[in-house]
T-cell receptor, first 114, second 115 residues
């Protein structure tokens, strides 16, 4: 059974540009969450999608957005990149957003903004 | 503000010893708790989930949950150098409307197992 696939694995962008990251969840999983990980802040929740609807949203500016498609694949977009957006972006896949649902992470996309 | 507190470490134990990792959480009504292991430069890997008070064992790992004290721990028996990693504690909070919220992570405890 394939795991969570995130593309691309690495990205280098310039300040002011925008970027789109992709996540394909485990087959049969319908819930996708996105996290930003930095050395200082740890894992910070961005947003969660289930059945193409955003269920939860973290405390990030509107430059960060996401969506989910009917096949459960998800994308996140960051516009007007800032140096502080350099981080590891992680996608987690779950069956559904219930209390006992386990979440499994993809390999992550390492974004560097220069 | 829902939070998870973990000792950042590093926690250093000799090979073969028991490593004890601890975590406290702020959400009194949370129902689900998780431990992830993250090797340097890699993504987090789920190693244990626990939902009821008491102990849950899986191989060399034992998770312990005490909801009254809002405390969860992870014991690693017969620690191996390959266990050297950062261990992240997480819980799933509840939204104000009572629906399931997102996973909230601690900043992790770095474990070093010395041969």
């Amino acid at each position: 059974k394939a795991g969570v696939t995130q593309t691309p694995r690495y990205l280098i962008k310039t300040r002011g540009q925008q970027v789109t990251l992709s996540c394909s969840p485990i087959s049969g999983h319908r819930s996708v969450s996105w996290y930003q990980q930095t050395p200082g802040q740890g894992l910070q929740f961005l947003f969660e999608y289930f059945s193409e609807t955003q269920r939860n949203k973290g405390n990030f500016p509107g430059r960060f957005s996401g969506r989910q498609f009917s096949n459960s694949r998800s994308e996140m977009n960051v516009s007007t990149l800032e140096l502080g957006d350099s981080a590891l972006y992680l996608c987690a896949s779950s069956l559904s957003p219930t209390a006992i649902t386990e979440a499994f992470f993809g390999q992550g996309t390492r974004l560097t903004v220069v | 503000q829902k939070e998870v507190e973990q000792n950042s470490g590093p926690l250093s134990v000799p090979e073969g010893a028991i490593a004890s990792l601890n975590c406290t959480y702020s959400d009194r009504v949370s129902q689900s708790f998780f431990w992830y292991r993250q090797y340097s430069g890699k993504s987090p890997e789920l190693i244990m989930s626990i939902y009821s008070n008491g102990d849950k064992e899986d191989g060399r790992f034992t998770a312990q949950l005490n909801k009254a004290s809002q405390y969860v721990s992870l014991l690693i028996r017969d620690s191996q150098p390959s266990d050297s990693a950062t261990y992240l504690c997480a819980f799933r909070g509840l939204n104000y409307g009572g629906s399931q919220g997102n996973l909230i992570f601690g900043k992790g405890t770095k474990l070093s197992v010395k041969p």
